[in-house]
């Protein structure tokens, strides 16, 4: 018997609520929304379309089934039985006190209740007796995992823990303070780029290109601190500090002074603003900004660093150990946009792809996982046959069932079934692999563990037709 959903109660329907909508449903939350604009149901589908769409393509497992998504007209309704309770409204200090006030009245005294605030602190929002927390988030708040924690350290470790679980990056703050940590960086950078279109220095755009052409980039893996680190060399921050440090007390910015804020300064902003992008609609532009984001996490993901070791983390986490006709299901994952190719559908290659991520997780299944690989032992592929039977688009859900066919001595034979979610058998993937020693690059019989796993499993899978094997597969070759 499965354990029942955990619900989340999401107040406001903005963009920062909605994204916090779309990453609980995503991870298998029941959600439930009070917004009293009407546009509320239709803004936030369209975010958790987009979503849909992103998210799981971080992942190379797959994701929990969806919760439920309601609307509620009454508050009280809407937080009723919830677990956590996210406050996204618009941040006017009176407002998030009505608010929180009777979120407080109303709310499961076991419920995390947070503030989204991007500048408050929980002093200033607790003042009126409200016991809230600051879980400020960034957008897109579905796939950016970092949420600033402000607050009593009761409160704040009880939702850490429920963030780790939906794959986010809880910061807990040691003490605190006005715009809590990332947006009082982000301040400094806005401000001076303020002054450098006002002076007429720079335009919109150039100093985005300065951004995402260069350190934007190195921040997104190692951060400011270690960046530097780097730029001083062999000698390391100390050097750097010493070689740059007088440059602080040169009038290089204007971060001590603020701009003027009148209505030229927002025309001449907002125009560059349309000449750089308003060709594009926003939801052209969120999802613009979610494959990259995609794409850079993914990178970031093989080698654990920033973002992509808390996606790495989290799918670790997820449910697997599922069969289908009797065969252990080895993968399952949604297909993202840079599978496809002019054609619409999933790119030959990726098909190879998807097949070789079920081979790695089935040598795990028999004991060739990675510390058995640390030990000097592994399988290589030898032979590959694929088969194309239908198309498969971005978006698809991917289940792939593997069955070993044979695994005497050095060999293991394998077949891999990839469906659709529909049912549909969309190729099968063919695999001939050798058991090497990687000290000597040769073929060699495995560990005692894991021949037993594997013929365990020949033994499991055999009698199952396998439409397709042993065409060419492991088939004597003529060498003449």
Partial sequence: MSAP???????????IGGGWAARFLLNGWDV????????????????????????????DRA???????????????????????????????????????SLCDLAPDAAVIGSSTSGFKPSELNEKGARAVVAHPFNPVYLLP?????????????AASILRQIGMYPLTLRKEIDAHIADRLLEAVWRESLWLVKDGI????????AIRMAFGIRWGQMGLFETYRIAGGEAGMKHFMAQFGPCLAWPWTKLMDVPEFTDELVDLIAGQSDAQSGHMSIRELERLRDDNIVGMVRSLKRTGSGAGGVVKAHEAALASGESKDG?????RRQVPTSWTDYNGHMNETHYLEAASQA?????????????????????????????????????????????????????LHLFHRLWR???TLAATVEKMLLHTDLTTRRACTPEDLVAKLVAQMVADHAGKHADGAARYVGQPRDTA
């Fill in 327 to 331: 065969l252990p299901v080895t993968a």
């Fill in 146 to 158: 970092l949420v600033e924690l402000v607050g009593e350290a009761e409160h704040t470790e009880k």
């Fill in 32 to 59: 439930a929304v009070f917004d009293p604009d009407p546009e509320a149901e239709r803004k936030i589908s369209e975010v958790i379309s987009n979503a849909r769409r992103a998210l799981p393509a971080l992942y």
């Fill in 359 to 411: 081979t790695d997780n089935l040598m795990a299944m028999v004991g060739a996982d990675e510390k058995y690989v640390a030990s000097g032992k592994s399988y290589f592929t030898v032979e590959t046959h694929i088969r194309y039977l239908e198309e498969v688009h971005a978006g698809d859900q991917l289940t792939i069932t593997s069955q070993v066919l044979a695994g005497e001595g050095k060999r």
């Fill in 63 to 101: 994701m929990p089934d969806e919760g439920s998504l309601s609307f509620h007209q009454h508050l009280a309704e809407a937080v009723s039985d919830a677990d956590w309770v996210q406050e996204s409204v618009p941040e006017r200090l009176d407002l998030k006190h009505k608010v929180l006030g």
């Fill in 5 to 15: 959903r955990k619900k989340a109660a999401i107040i406001g329907g903005g963009v």
């Fill in 421 to 423: 979610k529909d049912g």
């Fill in 202 to 209: 720079a335009t919109t755009e150039e100093i985005d290109d």
